[in-house]
T-cell receptor, first 112, second 117 residues
Framework: SQQGEEDPQALSIQEGENATMNCSYK?????LQWYRQNSGRGLVHLIL?????REKHSGRLRVTLDTSKKSSSLLITASRAADTASYFC????????????FGQGTTLQVKP | DAGVIQSPRHEVTEMGQEVTLRCKPI?????LFWYRQTMMRGLELLIY????????DSGMPEDRFSAKMPNASFSTLKIQPSEPRDSAVYFC???????????????FGPGTRLTVL
């Protein structure tokens, strides 16, 4: 089964609303990352949160990490149509192998 | 910085033909990753290299797939012979590598969309 599982699989909201995506994982991690993928493009790194951090902000993005529940959430505030994309969480497992395990992604549609 | 460069961007070939995908990682990055993305299976890691050495190729589907990294600035993924089920978008990504947590951050190329008829 997947190391990173995300929910919901798809999310549709109106511009200006907040979008929340969740990610759960199974094993110990060094850090957890969120990536965005626009249609037909490669993935773009958004934010990284280390295992000893609980919350991180970057612009309109807020990421939380709960290592006791092995879960993370990505909140996009005041969404814009340009936020329409797929969002993936990726976990870097302990051991510093450099390998990331990606979830299946959440497809976000922001309607203008 | 030009980012990760992949070529070709699109490839259409016939079943049985050899396909070679190319990747130039970001200069100074020590780790390189090849992924395949399909609607059915999502994003799959095929193989990754550290300092030009293959570390984990457990994701390579079968012997028809091979990857090389002859130097720090170039890698190839070859499929021979190709089959229709190989149709997918293939991404190359690179990262700094090393022991710092942030060195895990991966930078993706634009991908190669492969169609095998």
């Amino acid at each position: 089964s997947q190391q990173g599982e995300e929910d919901p699989q798809a999310l549709s909201i109106q511009e200006g609303e907040n979008a929340t995506m969740n990610c759960s994982y199974k094993t110990s991690i060094n850090n957890l990352q969120w990536y965005r993928q626009n249609s037909g493009r490669g993935l773009v790194h958004l934010i990284l949160i280390r295992s000893n951090e609980r919350e991180k902000h970057s612009g309109r993005l807020r990421v939380t990490l709960d290592t006791s529940k092995k879960s993370s959430s990505l909140l996009i505030t005041a969404s814009r149509a340009a936020d329409t994309a797929s969002y993936f969480c990726a976990t870097a497992l302990t051991g510093n192998t450099g390998k990331l395990i990606f979830g299946q992604g959440t497809t976000l549609q922001v309607k203008p | 910085d030009a980012g990760v460069i992949q070529s070709p961007r699109h490839e259409v070939t016939e079943m049985g033909q050899e396909v070679t995908l190319r990747c130039k990682p970001i200069s100074g990055h020590n780790s390189l990753f090849w992924y395949r993305q399909t609607m059915m299976r999502g994003l799959e890691l095929l193989i990754y290299f550290n300092n030009n050495v293959p570390i984990d190729d457990s994701g390579m589907p079968e012997d028809r797939f091979s990857a090389k990294m002859p130097n720090a600035s170039f890698s190839t993924l070859k499929i021979q012979p190709s089959e229709p089920r190989d149709s997918a978008v293939y991404f190359c990504a690179s990262s700094l590598g090393g022991t710092s947590g942030s060195s895990d951050t991966q930078y993706f190329g634009p991908g190669t969309r492969l169609t095998v008829l």
